[in-house]
């Protein structure tokens, strides 16, 4: 309501000052219109006002679930099957339920977001996205840019190659085409490769590359284990080389320095590993060969 009174007053202000100003009777009009486009203002404010009102409302109600445990928002790339991956609209996957769990422990509420792979960080960098699980890999380079919860994983990267390939080894990747996902670990390291004349071709999601492979546009594809997998159970032709290229470790992601949350983590993930729920979602996801 103080808003609105002001208005007016203001308007009353403006009009007056106008009169002053020239006395004539158009001034005077001029004035009113003045006034009646101030006062107009004014209602619009009130409106704005009560919009706010209820706005400031939704805040308080926000506020209330805050000192509950409040939202907690989770950036994940849903093309990493069985870590997420879609089913329907839901995201699922060994990452989305870890996710929940820790949600639960922390009495929040888990909300997912599913975004390019190589824009978790950003997105934990800018504080759009509290945490990252990705089934993403414990890199220095990473660590300059956030800071990693206590590993729950342990992945390796993968060469997927036809089953008449050449290709038997890592060392064998020098001088072909690989394919990875862009902005992965996979990515990362074959691109090391490219001095030695190795072709890096990248896709935005895993499942691409698999495909290229298959239609004999690439020699191999380099990705984690578990994708992998998955990948080549659905693709006619492919195989699995033995050999890993690289060991790597997952965790979850949080803005760098924020370590409340981090020791929050921390703790629902000891709790998890402690009272076997994290080896159930796991069982759950990966059956054991
Ligand atoms: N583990 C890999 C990385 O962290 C790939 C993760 C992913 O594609 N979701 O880069």
Redesign the pocket.
């Known amino acids: 309501m103080k808003k609105k009174v002001l208005a007016i007053t203001m308007a009353a202000l403006m009009a007056a000052s106008l009169t002053a100003c020239g006395g004539g009777a158009k001034d005077t009009a001029a004035a009113d219109t003045a006034a009646a486009t101030t006062e107009e203002k004014a209602e619009d404010t009130t409106a704005a006002e009560s919009k706010d009102e209820t706005s400031a409302e939704a805040a308080e109600t926000e506020a209330a679930k805050d000192a509950a445990g409040g939202k907690l928002i989770m950036a994940?790339?849903a093309?990493?099957p069985p870590?997420?991956y879609h089913d329907g609209d839901a995201v699922v996957g060994i990452d989305a339920e870890i996710a929940k769990a820790i949600a639960d422990e922390l009495g929040m509420e888990l909300e997912i977001e599913d975004i390019a792979?190589d824009s978790?960080i950003p997105e934990i960098v800018s504080g759009k996205a509290d945490m990252g699980l990705?089934?993403?890999?414990?890199?220095e380079d990473?660590m300059q840019s956030v800071d990693f919860s206590d590993t729950y994983a342990k992945?390796s990267?993968k060469i997927i190659v036809t089953e008449d390939s050449e290709i038997v080894s890592p060392d064998d990747l020098k001088g072909v085409i690989v394919g990875v996902?862009l902005?992965?670990?996979?990515?990362?390291y074959v691109s090391d490769l490219e001095a030695d004349g190795t072709t890096v071709e990248r896709y935005n999601k895993?499942f691409e590359a698999v495909q290229a492979l298959s239609q004999g546009k690439i020699d191999a594809v380099v990705?984690?284990g578990e994708?992998a997998k998955t990948f080549v159970a659905e693709t006619e032709g492919l195989k699995i080389l033995d050999e890993s290229f690289t060991d790597?470790e997952?965790a979850i992601a949080v803005k760098k320095g924020n370590t409340e949350l981090l020791e929050k983590i921390n703790g629902a993930l000891k709790t998890l590993k402690d009272n076997g729920t994290l080896d159930e979602i796991v069982a759950k996801y990966i059956k054991a060969e």
């Open positions: 994940t790339n093309e990493f870590y997420e792979f978790i990705a089934g993403m890999t414990v890199t990473r992945a990267q996902q902005g992965t670990t996979g990515d990362i895993g990705i984690d994708p790597e997952y």
